[in-house]
């Protein structure tokens, strides 16, 4: 990581993709010169990732056991509006450089999380306490918390129509840029 100054805990990084709306998923595509990345509603158990996917299709053909990945996250992105027009004109005027422009007007506050790991296929069993029941259990409890009155309907033929995978995680990488009150990049240092 270029900017060690925002590095940010393997804690931060689960907190971050607790919090992202989805993680982008990257995977080699064997047979193009382009990477294949697919933006995925996902949750975390620990330190596995879930997600699901319909049972065809070019996720299903690429999203192999032991295939490696990338994950990206990213939550609390914003553009932190931190000066009006006319206080960064009187800054630019008082002698504040173009790095100070960049910096800190042409920017955005984000929290963001890289996961490198592995695909894991979970197979679909029927029963309640399967990784499988689980693992779409956590995603409907993220996504439509308000509708699990009727999970074990959806339930009963998942098996039949979902593919359900997992991506153990063996690296985070986190990173922040946030201003505190005063307008200072707050910094972070690893102990």
């Not at 790095?99 to 490198?116: L, P």
Request: glycine share 6%.
């Amino acid at each position: 990581m270029r900017r060690k100054d925002r590095e940010m805990s393997v804690e931060f990084g689960l907190q971050v993709i607790d919090k992202a709306e989805y993680g982008v998923l990257a995977v080699t595509d064997p047979e193009g010169d382009l990477p294949y990345a697919v933006p995925l509603s996902m949750v975390r158990r620990g330190r596995t990732l879930y997600f699901h996917s319909a049972k065809a299709g070019t996720k299903v053909d690429l999203f192999q056991e032991g295939t490696p990945v990338r994950v990206v996250f990213v939550a609390n992105a914003a553009v932190p509006g931190l000066y009006k027009p006319e206080e960064a004109r009187d800054l630019i005027k008082g002698g504040k450089s173009t790095d100070f422009v960049t910096g800190n007007i042409f920017t955005t506050e984000f929290s963001s999380a890289i996961v490198t790991g592995k695909i894991r296929n979970i197979e679909a069993r029927e029963g309640r306490d399967t990784e499988f029941s689980l693992a779409l259990e956590a995603i409907c409890e993220k996504y439509v918390p308000d509708m699990m009155d009727f999970f074990e309907l959806a339930m009963s033929n998942a098996h039949k129509t979902t593919r359900v995978y997992a991506v153990d995680i063996d690296e985070i990488k986190a990173k922040r840029k946030k201003f505190d009150e005063n307008k200072e990049e707050l910094k972070w240092q690893k102990d």
